[in-house]
């Protein structure tokens, strides 16, 4: 059975990068078919699909988010991370690494999710 699971800083100052790492265990990331998911949601606020990393390696962020984002993997450790660049408060909210069949704010298995709250 796959098993994700997020790790990084639970409070993060405006203005710095945000840095997550999703550990993945019970399957490999480089597996067929599979998208590699950040997902966050605000207090409050819906489900953001962030970005994602494909089987192959390829990405593809939310374009509202896309400037200050960027997803990597290390194949060796079997994980994927998430950075968020220039922070503000609004970016506060739980976040969620996922394993999907598509690109989005969509799972077939995902991790228990981190808080993450950016001070000002």
């Known amino acids: 059975q796959v098993r994700l699971q997020e790790s990084g800083p639970g409070l993060v100052k405006a203005s710095q990068t945000l840095s997550l790492t999703c550990t993945v265990s019970g399957g490999s990331i480089t597996a067929d078919y599979f998208y590699w998911n950040w997902i966050r949601q605000p207090p409050g606020k819906e489900l953001q699909w962030m970005g994602g990393?494909?089987?192959?390696?390829?990405?593809s962020y939310n374009p509202s988010l896309e400037s200050r984002t960027s997803i990597t993997r290390d194949t060796s450790k079997n994980q994927f991370t998430l950075q968020l660049n220039s922070v503000t408060p609004e970016d506060t909210a739980v976040y969620f690494c996922?394993?999907?069949?598509?690109?989005?704010?969509?799972?077939?298995?995902r991790g228990q999710g981190t808080q993450v709250t950016v001070s000002s």
């Open positions: 996922a394993r999907g069949f598509r690109l989005g704010a969509t799972w077939e298995t």
């Open positions: 990393i494909a089987d192959s390696g390829s990405t």
